[in-house]
């Protein structure tokens, strides 16, 4: 697209805003229902574009379009509750006031989207922009194109009225900046942090406000007291299903020595029989497959022991069997950087202790899993993560009530939930006058020549006795 063409889908959903934001809150939800009631109706359609343009497996695919509706359904159902004024106590020199906090829409959002998750990442984020009164214009990846056209599409057949509340922007590098820079209210992003950076940049010059969430490097420990066996089939999944393109999913691997031989065997016997094509697609780019295997070389180069796979594992047409590597040196970009592929590092440790110190050794803190029999939520605490798993991996990204982003080279704000409604509004503060008090005198420009004296009595009263 154009910049013309940019300035034009910019120019309409800033009048589609002003209709959709002027709408109930019940409306808005009835709208998000029937997009998603649309979506499902033509599951066959969108997984089929799906597993086209990823290579994903129809489970994959299936099970993305049913995650991406749900935090839909939950965002559509929870967005009056969330977003509703609430009332905050005046305090004693404003007694006459009532006072309350009202989210506003922003108006515009644009949302950039990414190729390894194309329906479920967008339906989550563009679910909070429009439940919260916004319109949104969406990018997709240039690698996924037809699946951000199918959720756009479904939109509009859903909603014929509103249409133009969600437009399409299709485009690589030049749109993506050009849609930072075009003067919309706030900019959405998910993808690598280097590109999250540049998104950073563009909407600088205007001040427009981002979401990134920048993609991870997201460590699984294993105490000594763990399920071994489930935190062997946990990690296998979380390492390699969409062929380890998951931001959150699980990259490194750190076992406490008492149960490391054990969990070892269980991890090896869990992905014998693995493939890639069977069990999990391909990688979607070329660009990908190239860092994967620099990451593998490196490591290898350097002292790391293949457990499972190795040069083998690399065939054609972007297909990588699985990839267990263990002694890598911390400081190669295998154990440093987001590898983003099916390829994962193991290490033994002395304890619980060192395995948290490792696994916050990273500038990447998206999210981290521990597998503990005696371990609560206390342990997330240590953690350096936005969202933390116990005895599972991955959970927190199913459940559309909890958070979703994190923090350092991993980005900053938070979709789904309830702060992801927040995300895309802004608070505002409301005072209504509802009595004329005597107190109300304390706010006039000239005042009795006793208000300094009764000034002082409060001040030694309320504060003066620590």
């Known amino acids: 697209m154009t910049a013309s063409d940019i300035d034009r889908t910019l120019a309409r959903a800033r009048e589609a805003a002003a209709d959709w934001s002027s709408l109930a809150f019940g409306e808005r939800e009835r709208g998000l229902r029937r997009w998603a009631a649309e979506l499902a109706g033509s599951r066959a359609d969108v997984v089929a574009v799906i597993r086209k343009e990823t290579g994903k497996p ?250 499972v796979g190795g040069p083998e594992s690399f065939r054609a047409s972007g297909l990588v069997d699985p990839v267990v590597l263990a002694d890598v040196p911390e400081d190669r970009p295998a154990v440093r950087e987001e590898t983003f592929g099916p390829v994962v590092v193991v290490r033994l440790v002395r304890d619980l202790d060192e395995g948290v110190a490792r696994a916050n050794a990273v500038p990447q803190a998206l999210g981290a899993a521990v597998y503990s029999r005696s371990a609560d939520a206390s342990v997330a605490g240590r953690l350096r993560a936005g969202m933390v798993s116990v005895n599972g991996v991955l959970t927190f990204g199913g459940i559309p009530g909890l958070p979703f982003g994190g923090n350092g080279a991993s980005g900053f704000g938070r979709v789904h939930g309830r702060e992801g409604l927040l995300e895309f509004t802004s608070a505002q503060a409301v005072t209504v006058r509802r009595a004329h008090l005597t107190g109300s005198g304390l706010t006039r420009l000239r005042s009795a020549w006793w208000k300094p004296l009764a000034l002082r009595a409060l001040i030694r009263l309320r504060h003066g006795r620590g």
């Open 58 to 307: 129809a489970a994959d695919a299936e099970l993305e379009l049913l995650v991406g509706l749900e935090h839909l359904a939950w965002t559509a159902r929870h967005a009056r509750r969330v977003l509703r004024p609430r009332r905050v106590s005046p305090g004693l020199l404003a007694a006459e006031h009532r006072a309350l906090v009202a989210r506003r829409p922003l108006g515009v959002v644009g949302v950039i989207g990414p190729w390894n998750y194309p329906a479920l990442t967008p339906l989550g984020i563009l679910a909070g922009v429009l439940a919260a009164g916004n319109a949104a214009v969406f990018k997709p990846s240039e690698y996924t194109t037809e699946t951000g056209r199918a959720l756009v599409d479904a939109f509009h057949r859903a909603n014929p009225a509103s249409a133009d509340t969600l437009r399409l922007l299709a485009g690589g590098a030049r749109a993506g900046e050009a849609l930072c820079r075009a003067g919309v209210d706030k900019v959405a992003f998910t993808g690598s942090t280097l590109t999250g950076r540049a998104v950073m940049a563009a909407c600088a010059d205007s001040l427009t406000p981002v979401v990134l969430e920048c993609g991870g490097n997201d460590a699984l420990i294993v105490a000594a007291d763990a399920d071994v066996r489930a935190a062997a089939r946990a990690a296998a999944w979380g390492a390699f299903s969409n062929a380890g393109q998951t931001c959150a999913g699980v990259e490194r691997i750190y076992v406490d020595r008492a149960v490391g031989a054990e969990f070892v065997g269980a991890l090896t016997a869990e992905l014998a029989r693995v493939r890639a094509g069977d069990h999990y697609g391909r990688l979607t780019t070329a660009e990908q497959e190239n860092v994967v295997r620099v990451h593998v070389e490196d490591a290898a180069a350097h002292g790391g022991r293949f457990l």
